[in-house]
């Protein structure tokens, strides 16, 4: 793409991260939009195709484009049943507990099963950042981590900090830890890495475009930072080259939203 279609596509793509256009709303004609955004109809179909090919928007017809919905707003066929019953939690008491881990024994009482004592790890909540550019490569750090002993290529991210929102300290990591401050980020998932007894919220964001404003000043944190094509993702996969699964998370959902 040009310079001209490259501002068209940003320019197409901030009306629908902006919410002037919502999802499923209708975009302006083919013909409406080359008048706006002052280009030719050959040229705006290539950047309506990318579009397209993004997930972004949705063609209906030759000139009829929707903002693509979310697939949260797409129904879910499966449903779970409705009758059944949580565990009774009676109390805890706390094991071990500094800044970093708390370990407590949870007093629980599953539906007809004796109640116990279970063990529950409590960690931090952290927030990451998946940034993506206009050449599709994902921002990375080449990092080495003491508990696997491994290299390994990982997402920015970090601690949420007591009254800050999860989405500032994802745009605060990225810009700490790689040198790099995003245009925006918007969350996409919000998930637990080990349901079963560890408790540490983990907040995955998106977003496109960053501009370069300097070294990293995070030195602890940082490594060897790179922009990643996200065609390399499988592969580094399969070579074990990805840590964390704030990680994988973080770039599964890019793959899947492609």
Request: proline share 6%.
């Amino acid at each position: 793409m040009g310079p001209k279609t490259e501002r068209v596509y940003r320019e197409i793509l901030g009306w629908v991260e902006s919410g002037k256009y919502e999802p499923g709303a209708k975009l302006p004609s083919e013909r409406q939009m080359s008048e706006d955004l002052g280009i030719g109809r050959t040229a705006l179909r290539q950047v309506l195709t990318r579009l397209k090919v993004e997930n972004i928007i949705e063609a209906h017809d030759r000139s009829s484009y929707t903002v693509r919905a979310h697939e949260a707003d797409r129904g879910v066929v499966v449903e779970p049943p409705a009758d059944l019953e949580p565990w009774v939690i009676h109390g805890e008491r706390t094991v071990y507990d500094n800044r970093w881990v708390k370990l407590a024994l949870v007093d629980v009482e599953p539906p007809k099963v004796e109640r116990f004592e279970h063990h529950v790890v409590r960690l931090q909540h952290v927030a990451i950042a998946a940034v993506v550019d206009d050449q599709d490569r994902v921002l990375m750090l080449w990092r080495y981590r003491f508990v696997p002993q491994q290299w390994g290529w990982e997402l920015p991210g970090g601690i949420v900090d007591e009254g800050e929102e999860a989405c500032a300290t994802a745009l605060r990591e990225v810009e700490e830890e790689t040198g790099w401050r995003p245009d925006s980020l918007k969350h996409a998932v919000t998930y637990q890495p080990m349901v079963g007894m560890v408790d540490s919220p983990h907040e995955i964001f998106v977003g496109r475009g960053a501009r370069h404003v300097g070294d990293p000043t995070d030195v602890e944190e940082a490594g060897y930072v790179a922009w990643v094509p996200l065609a390399d993702v499988p592969a580094l996969m399969a070579r074990d080259q990805l840590m964390g699964s704030g990680t994988l998370v973080g770039l599964l959902h890019l793959l899947a939203q492609r």
